[in-house]
């Protein structure tokens, strides 16, 4: 059974930084794309960033480009999302999440088969 726990978030200031940490149990996370999502309440669910399942490719949402990198540690069986000069606007729930669609080397924010949906780890910026 695909299981992920995030963890990471937090209450941070405006400009400040975060690094969200998606641990994998029970299969080795590098069998597939890794997709962070967020949603806010009464908002659909946003693509935020990819990684490929050999990290050769990522994607960012244009509303995080330049600010936020995602990474992948193999030995550790997790997926990062570092998170730099954070907004008010970025306040919402995380997500991680395997496509179970991965090509090999690619990955997509949309048309992903994203079935497998944690408890997710808040983010707060706020002064």
């Known amino acids: 059974q695909l299981q992920l726990a995030e963890s990471g978030g937090g209450l941070v200031q405006p400009g400040g930084s975060l690094r969200l940490s998606c641990a994998a149990s029970?299969?080795?996370?590098?069998?597939?794309?890794i997709g962070w999502f967020r949603q806010a309440p009464g908002k659909e669910r946003e693509g935020v960033s990819c990684?490929?399942?050999?990290?050769?490719?990522?994607k960012y949402a244009d509303s995080v480009k330049g600010r936020f990198t995602i990474s992948r540690d193999k030995d550790k069986n997790t997926v990062y999302l570092q998170m730099n000069s954070l907004r008010p606007e970025d306040t919402t729930i995380y997500y991680c999440?395997?496509?179970?669609?991965?090509?090999?080397?690619?990955?997509?924010?949309?048309?992903?088969?994203?079935?497998?949906w944690g408890q997710g780890t808040q983010v707060t910026v706020s002064s």
């Open positions: 999440t395997p496509d179970l669609a991965t090509v090999e080397g690619m990955c997509v924010m949309t048309g992903g088969t994203y079935n497998y």
């Open positions: 029970g299969f080795p996370l590098d069998f597939y794309a």
């Open positions: 990684i490929s399942n050999n990290g050769v490719s990522t």
